[in-house]
């Protein structure tokens, strides 16, 4: 049952973000997806208040870390957009390249950095439950947007 509860509140929160809105509107839906996220995992965690407290803020530093480094990583690909609209030599290319291989080892270095700072916090069996809630979560989330993409394509 909690599973369909879980389903229907991140659907609930996809459509949201989906329909059309002002600019503002789309961070404030990924706020909230981020924030049910948060009581997710606090739930298939079944942390305590204190240790779920400091879940929490080390989780949401990691994820403002990583955010800024997705935006570095985002502002490189259209780096490379530009490149293939223009006419750029091959060192050129390898340049951004090099760059974008830089900023992909940031966002695994930091990834790596959290789980290892979950220790202090968690047990092992607890650290394991949260990278298996990690890919569910991410699983849930891409088949409910599957689902909505092929809704959205029946009625157009």
Not at 65 to 86: A, F, T
Not at 147 to 155: F, G, M, N, S, T
Request: charged letters at 40%.
């Amino acid at each position: 049952m909690k599973k369909y509860v879980t389903i229907i509140w991140m659907f609930i929160l996809c459509i949201a973000s989906a329909q059309p809105q002002h600019e503002n509107m789309r961070p404030r839906a990924m706020e909230r997806l981020e924030s049910f996220k948060k009581v997710r995992m606090l739930e298939t965690l079944k942390l305590d208040e204190q240790t779920g407290l400091k879940l929490v803020n080390k989780y949401t530093k990691h994820r403002e870390m990583v955010k800024d480094i997705e935006q570095q990583r985002s502002k490189i690909i259209d780096k490379l957009e530009e490149q293939v609209k223009g006419n750029v030599s091959d060192a050129e290319y390898q340049k951004t390249f090099s760059e974008f291989i830089d900023i992909e080892s940031k966002i695994a270095e930091a990834r790596g950095k959290f789980l290892i700072e979950l220790k202090e916090i968690l047990t092992s069996k607890q650290i394991a439950e949260y990278m298996i809630f990690e890919r569910n979560f991410a699983r849930d989330l891409r088949d409910i947007m599957k689902d909505l993409q092929k809704e959205r394509q029946k009625r157009d």
